[in-house]
Nanobody, 122 residues
Framework: QVQLVESGGGSVQAGGSLRLSCAATGSIFSVNSMGWYHQAPGKQRELVTRITNSGSTIYEDSVKGRFTISRDNTKNTMYLQMNSLKPEDTGLYYC????????????????WGWGTQVTVSS
C-alpha cells in the first residue's frame, strides 16, 4: 500500500508564507505525476498545481506567481511553497500522486493524502 503524508500547514496572516510537503511511502516502483488540491470551507476540492516526474508544471490562475511546486524524486517527496497568501487560500490542502506500484505491471494507481489545514487571516 502507498501512503501520502502531508505536513507544513498552519495559520498565517495575509501576505505570509507556508511550505507544504508531501511524502509518498510504501510499495512504490515509481511516482508519476503529483499534485496539490485545495478544498475551501463548503466548497469542492479543486486543483491548485501539478508536477510531472520530469518537472513540468501547471498552475491554477489564482496562484500563478505566488505558489511554486517542486519535487525531489529521490525522496518521492513534493513541496508547495506558498507566498503572498490570501484569506481565500484558506482550507484543506490535499496531496495527490499517481503511482506505479510494481515493475511487473504498468498499471497506475491514484492516491490521496489526508490533507493539511492552511488558515490565512486578514
Amino acid at each position: 500500500q502507498v501512503q501520502l503524508v502531508e505536513s507544513g500547514g498552519g495559520s498565517v496572516q495575509a501576505g505570509g508564507s507556508l511550505r507544504l510537503s508531501c511524502a509518498a511511502t510504501g510499495s512504490i516502483f515509481s511516482v508519476n505525476s503529483m499534485g496539490w488540491y485545495h478544498q475551501a470551507p463548503g466548497k469542492q476540492r479543486e486543483l491548485v498545481t501539478r508536477i510531472t516526474n520530469s518537472g513540468s508544471t501547471i498552475y491554477e490562475d489564482s496562484v500563478k506567481g505566488r505558489f511554486t511546486i517542486s519535487r525531489d524524486n529521490t525522496k518521492n517527496t513534493m513541496y508547495l511553497q506558498m507566498n503572498s497568501l490570501k484569506p481565500e487560500d484558506t482550507g484543506l490542502y490535499y496531496c495527490n500522486a499517481v503511482v506505479q506500484i510494481s515493475s511487473h505491471t504498468r498499471d497506475l494507481h491514484n492516491f490521496w493524502g489526508w490533507g493539511t489545514q492552511v488558515t490565512v487571516s486578514s
